[in-house]
């Protein structure tokens, strides 16, 4: 049994002039220890599934349909107490901006301790025992001096450490790591990128690690899922959906990995935009940019489907 | 720390000389301090002498140093209508006015926060609607009319509490009186100082409320919640604390503003402070107390200046790091 299953997860926006399916029955599922990349173009609803899991949902946004397992639960349908209890202590998040997600007032020590507090019975000085063990072990220095310092107190960098440290503080076995390194300096990223990498799998933590860089994914993850306008476009394996993209927007995503190998038989980069929300054209979305479009593809919308290794949203991989 | 205190009492200095110049300029354009003293049937050599005991025919800068000078001892002349020191009028009407605004603002503060907070977390409830709608009524509402209406409901028709006057005072120390120590002087208080609060207090609570949803948009409420923290820690911890900065301000400023205007309160409920007292004095045109009242005014603001600075500091991790 997978950790986290998500099946036919539907968010919608009330909104004036109608309702806005952002997410249109997303399905994947994620293992104990895996690490899943969620790669798409920005507004594909990568975050927005990643706020759902965990019942953040800003308003008016909801889910409208579909369910979410978590160790063989239904979290969708959970009241807001016990999924508060999930929340940091079983399901950890990781934000973009380390200079915006901490709390300016409250010294990063208080912030571990609440939070390890919140979730695990802790006295003031384990709890603070436990906070300079986690500094020390995403790699700030002299933590037992910097517990006590505020987060403007910290570079960037080390910021971001400090986030990883207070989403795995309470041991989670998952984390939604929301563009980790999307706001830091190049040269930092990697580290970043490492160190979560190191620590969920000492921990054996699961990742669902959400990124536009498919570098990124091809480095880290397990197997990856490509998001094109509130839809799965296709999932697999991370080599299979490298070397052998089954659906053509994911071929195109490949073609601008700059570090992989060249392909020359690859298509090049894809035109146009994602379309907005309240203009979503009919059968596949992808189809007004689609190189290989046919006829099918403007009239049926297609779910996953098997292709080799991978599975894809395309009339391409249709065997009926 | 220090060198903070010192650098803003320094930077206090020439907004004190400039409300000082005023206060001593009050002498010369307003009215004619002579003819009021002297009275209409004094001969020439009468206002003359006068003049001269009042320091009236000397240069004007000596003029405004000399009365800096007494200024900075407490001396600001007889007040010229009941003829006694106006230190000691003013004195004897501070107590009575602190202790309205200081009432008038904690209740405001305790109600209005609270109020705020609620307002801002539960946006779109029936009584978050209703209390901005009230609020409304208390923002608009001129305190005069305010006054009036409770006493009239309180005092005229219920017969609940007393319609003017500070009640029985007791004396703390050398100079300080209070009504507290009595229940006819804590009721005396209430309705003076619901009618002196309540524009404070709407306005903290919209403040509040507006501070409040703005911060929890911010990423750093999103991940306290993303950690699973309560919403009692998330709303009155977290978020609340980051909104305080701009409230300390508003409440700083309104509370110089509550005892600068408390007069119109004052005269509403004949309440024995400084503004009935500066209401009394403009009608006779007495200078000195109207001079000193500036003065005390601006020291006042001076000090709540200061204080906001100094909760800043303590609140902010980040201008500690600055300075
Ligand atoms: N509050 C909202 N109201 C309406 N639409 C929204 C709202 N939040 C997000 N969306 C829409 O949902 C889509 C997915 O957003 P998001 O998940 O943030 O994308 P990304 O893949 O870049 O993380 C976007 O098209 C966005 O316009
Ligand atoms: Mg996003």
Redesign the pocket.
Same mark, same amino acid.
């Given at each position: 049994m997978a950790l986290l299953d998500v099946v036919d997860l539907t968010v919608e926006?009330p %909104?004036r002039r109608g309702v *806005?399916r !952002?997410l249109d029955r997303v399905s994947f599922s994620i293992d104990a220890g895996e690490i899943l990349g969620v790669v &798409? @173009? $920005? &507004? !594909? #609803?990568? $975050? *927005? %599934?990643g !706020?759902a899991i965990v019942g953040l949902l @800003?308003r008016? #946004?909801r889910v409208a349909g579909g369910q979410i397992l978590f160790e063989g639960k239904r979290i969708d349908t959970l009241s807001a107490e016990p999924l508060r209890r999930i929340r940091g202590r079983r399901i950890g998040m990781i934000f973009q901006d380390p200079l915006t997600t901490l709390n300016p007032l409250y010294t990063i020590g208080r912030q571990l301790t609440e939070t390890m507090q919140t979730h695990m019975r802790l006295s003031d000085s384990e709890a603070r025992t436990k906070a300079i063990g986690w500094l020390d072990r995403v790699g700030i220095p002299a933590a037992a001096q910097r517990i006590d310092a505020y987060p403007h107190e910290f570079s960037g960098g080390q910021r971001q450490r400090v986030v990883i440290a207070l989403a795995l503080c309470a041991d989670p076995v998952l984390v939604i790591a929301?563009e980790p390194t999307t706001a830091l300096d190049v040269s930092i990223q990697a580290q970043i990128i490492t160190l979560l990498k190191d620590l969920t799998r000492d921990h054996g933590t699961a990742v669902m690690l959400?990124t536009h860089d498919m570098g990124v994914i091809a480095e880290t993850a397990d197997r990856v899922a490509v998001?094109y306008a &509130?839809r799965i476009a296709e999932i697999g394996p991370v080599a299979a959906v490298i070397r052998h993209p089954a659906h053509p927007y994911s071929d195109g995503l490949m073609a601008s990995i700059p570090s992989l190998e060249h392909r020359v038989d690859r298509l090049r980069q894809i035109d146009g935009a994602m379309p907005? *929300?309240d203009a979503i054209p009919n059968g596949c979305r992808f189809n007004p940019r689609c190189p290989r479009v046919f006829d099918r593809c403007t009239t049926e919308q297609p779910e996953l489907l098997d292709a080799g290794a991978t599975r894809a949203a395309c009339w391409l991989h249709a065997h009926d | 720390m220090f060198g903070f205190i010192g650098s803003r009492l320094l930077q206090a200095i020439p907004v004190l000389l400039v409300v000082g110049f005023i206060a001593f300029a009050l002498f010369d354009y307003v009215g004619d301090p002579v003819s009021i003293l002297a009275g209409q049937d004094a001969t020439a050599a009468q206002r003359l002498a006068l003049s001269h005991d009042l320091g009236l025919d000397q240069p004007f800068f000596v003029q405004y140093g000399r009365f800096l000078w007494a200024a900075l001892h407490g001396n600001f002349g007889n007040s010229y209508r009941v003829a006694q020191p106006v230190a000691n009028l003013l004195a004897e009407r501070l107590p009575a006015t602190l202790e309205l605004a200081i009432t008038a603002s904690v209740l405001a503060f305790a109600i209005g926060v609270p109020m705020g907070v609620y307002t801002g977390i539960h946006r779109d409830s029936f009584l978050s609607r209703l209390m901005m709608a009230g609020s409304l009524i208390g923002v608009s509402l001129p305190t005069f009319l305010l006054g009036i209406l409770l006493i009239l409901a309180f005092s005229v028709g219920l017969g609940w509490l007393p319609s003017f006057g500070r009640g029985p005072v007791v004396h703390v120390g050398s100079w300080w009186t209070t009504g507290f120590t009595s229940w006819a002087g804590i009721r005396s208080l209430i309705l003076p100082a619901i009618t002196l609060g309540m524009f404070q207090m709407t306005l903290i609570m919209r403040l509040v409320r507006a501070e409040m949803l703005e911060v929890l948009r911010t990423d750093y409420i999103k991940f306290a919640r993303a950690r699973g923290l309560t919403d009692r820690s998330i709303n009155f911890g977290h978020a609340l604390k980051n909104t305080l900065v701009p409230v300390i301000t508003i409440i700083g400023l309104q509370f110089g503003g509550i005892v600068a205007f408390s007069l119109v309160t004052e005269t509403v409920f004949q309440w024995p402070g400084m503004g009935l007292l500066l209401v009394q004095s403009v009608a006779v045109a007495d200078i000195p107390v109207m001079s000193a009242y500036l003065l005390l005014i601006a020291l006042v603001f001076v000090m709540i200046n200061l204080i906001v600075d100094l909760l800043y500091y303590a609140v902010d991790p980040r201008l500690r790091a600055r300075r």
């Open positions: 926006f %909104t *806005l !952002a &798409g @173009e $920005s &507004g !594909a #609803g990568k $975050s *927005l %599934t !706020a @800003e008016p #946004g929301d959400i998001m &509130g907005r *929300l | -």
